[in-house]
């Protein structure tokens, strides 16, 4: 099975609907998939629209998920990490985002302690708040967790033990469920009104993200974007916890 074959077997479903065009909404893979079928089909789409797009001129997609790992590994070190040192009255991990991340690693540095960690992460879908901030909440609580019990008084650890006991402090709030609610109006409406027929927008649009759980304003977590919609630095940096993004712009496209 490939994505050619599936972009032909979307066709076939057209073709059995009796539709001559169709419209197409893809996020990540979707784009993938989004950018298959569009090269083969193209005159068979009406609107398309690709959200958080992977880069279909590499040879497989399996670059993406190559870069995966190392993405997940900014995000809990950038954003993450800031939020979490935001929010101490919640965690009590202090306000200082590199110390959080140096703890959490310490915490979990023998092969026990890591597998206990992942089982922890496991159980309550940690792993979803890097792609959905509704579970902020929860992934903060499990990393203070995951310290307390690595800096626990010493003893021999059992994974599935130290992994309970992790969990069992895990929370889940009615705050985190209305959280995925949340969506971004300034980027959202252009394109529910695109696909419902609407003129595809002429501006580049450039909005703050909604703020995280527990905070009210959006936060830099690497350093601002420039006109080329670059980084000033290369490096990943701990950036000042204090400093609220600038608010979203609309700005002219670029050729």
């Known amino acids: 099975m490939t994505t050619e074959q599936a972009a032909y077997d979307m066709d076939f479903i057209r073709h059995l609907l009796g539709l001559d065009k169709v419209t197409y909404m893809g996020y ?16 068979n789409i009406e609107r398309m629209a690709l959200d958080s797009a992977t880069d279909s001129t590499q040879e497989s997609i399996q670059t993406l998920y190559n870069a995966a790992h190392e993405g997940r590994d900014r995000q809990f070190r950038l954003r993450m990490m800031n939020w979490i040192s935001r ?18 690693f310490a915490a979990t540095s023998t092969p026990e302690k890591s597998l206990a960690t992942q089982w922890s ?22 990393v203070a967790g995951i310290i307390a019990e690595g800096e626990a008084p010493s003893k ?22 209305a959280a995925a609610h949340y969506g971004t109006e300034e980027v959202d ?13 002429a501006q580049t649009i450039v909005a703050a993200g ?5 905070e009210r304003s959006t936060y830099e977590s ?9 980084h000033a630095t290369e490096a990943p940096l701990f950036t000042d916890p204090t400093i609220p993004a600038e608010t979203g712009v609309v700005r002219e496209p670029r050729n």
């Open 156 to 177: 021999p650890v059992v994974p599935a033990e130290s992994a309970a006991r992790v969990v069992d402090q895990t929370e889940l709030t009615d705050e985190q469920r």
């Open 87 to 104: 929010n101490d009255e919640v965690f009590g991990l202090g306000t200082d985002p590199e110390t959080i991340w140096k703890r959490y």
């Open 210 to 214: 909604k703020p995280l759980p527990l």
């Open 222 to 230: 690497w350093t601002p974007l420039d006109e080329n919609a670059e």
């Open 189 to 201: 409406r252009p394109v529910i009104d695109f696909l419902l027929g609407g003129d595809r927008p």
């Open 121 to 142: 992460w496991n159980a309550v879908n940690g792993p979803a708040a890097f792609s959905n901030p509704i579970g902020y909440r929860a992934a903060g609580s499990l």
């Open 28 to 43: 990540s893979y979707g784009t993938w998939l989004g950018a298959w079928y569009g090269s083969l089909f193209s005159d």
